[in-house]
């Protein structure tokens, strides 16, 4: 098979698919004919296993030696949809504010954008991942499907907590959106002369 089919059929591009194919799923679980708690806990333990699939993915492309371009050009892809998709889901529910989603949608359209022009003109590292990024990706990874779930778990309000968490998401999400056009500035500046 040749190097440019076979990166589409490894393991962890794989399982990068399988974040994309999760969407239609778990929006799908909130139109099946089952009691709300049930859906609940459904979609939140698919958003759970599915996203955790983004450090395996990333873990057994370098245990397998199988990392590739397109792998790593899928893997935020597939990261953004699911976050995105599990957002507006959220925001039909009322479990979250339309403009905590358009923050945090908004900010990754600008940022991939930002990104790529960076790479085409040869300064991504000006815009690498830092740790505002991560702090950022953190807070809504657990306040998704902490939103999802909607419930008590040992006693916790998982919707007060989710709320909490993606404001704070939110914050963190502008915060590092200014860190990373600062970031780029000098050499927008550059451009632009």
Known sequence: MPQSRTMFFTI?????WTRIVAIPLIV???????DPA????????????FAATDWLDGFLARKLN????????LDPVADKFLVCASLLVLVHLGRTDVFVALIIIG??????ALREWMAQIGASKSVAVHMIGKLKTTAQMVAIPFLLYDGRV???????WGMVLIWVAAVLTVWSMVYYLRKAL?????RVK
Do not use: C, K, W
């Open 12 to 16: 962890p591009t794989l399982m990068t």
């Open 28 to 34: 799908g679980v909130f139109y099946a004919p089952i």
């Open 38 to 49: 049930t859906r609940n806990l459904i979609a939140t333990l698919m958003f759970v296993v």
């Open 66 to 73: 199988q990392a590739s371009a397109f792998g790593a050009f």
């Open 107 to 112: 900010r990754e359209i600008a940022i991939s």
């Open 154 to 160: 040992f006693g916790i309000d998982t919707g007060l």
């Open 186 to 190: 000098p050499e927008i500046r550059a």
